[in-house]
């Protein structure tokens, strides 16, 4: 684990890098709550933002080298490929194959519909982890540790609310992963409800 401490401390500026420590803090502790691969929590979440930063050109490149498939969002707004972008560079530089981790690196800003247990902690760890402030933290916080699906459900509808005040582009992978998680718990409560008749 510290060759990608090592490995991101040189790649990103010092409050990018407070930043990544705080997500792999959250990122342990809801591995552990949530009985998942601790190790592979922290080396996700060591890596996630590796590329933050980069200038829009190279990271246009480099998501084409790597061929990740653009959408004509990502092209207007490149910085949403630093997720794919740093999981090319971890595949590449530090010999990453765990598709699971690589996964996790990628999806972490756009978010995608049907996350795997470690891409779901890792996307909420970077919302949640101690150096953020925002009013509806303290509630995310909590909830986190109890419902994985229920938290990412509040956060797409929270992050949506936001990019659509800031009046920025949407990303169609996060609305598509917003109506998957929203789709899900309704689903859950109907069965809830089911079950209380
Ligand atoms: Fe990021
Ligand atoms: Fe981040």
Redesign the pocket.
Known sequence: MDAYDAWVRGRVSASRYRHTLGVVKAARRLAEIHRCDVEKASAAAFC??AA?GMPKDALLSKAEEGRWPLDWVDRMRPDLL??PVAAILCYEELGIRDEDILNAIRY??TGRPDMSLLEQIVYLA?LIEEGRDFPELPRLRKLAEQDLTETLTEAFDLILRFILESGDLIHPTTIHARNWYRTKINANKEEESMIGQ
């Open positions: 996630h933002d933050k630093h997720g972490h800003t970077d």
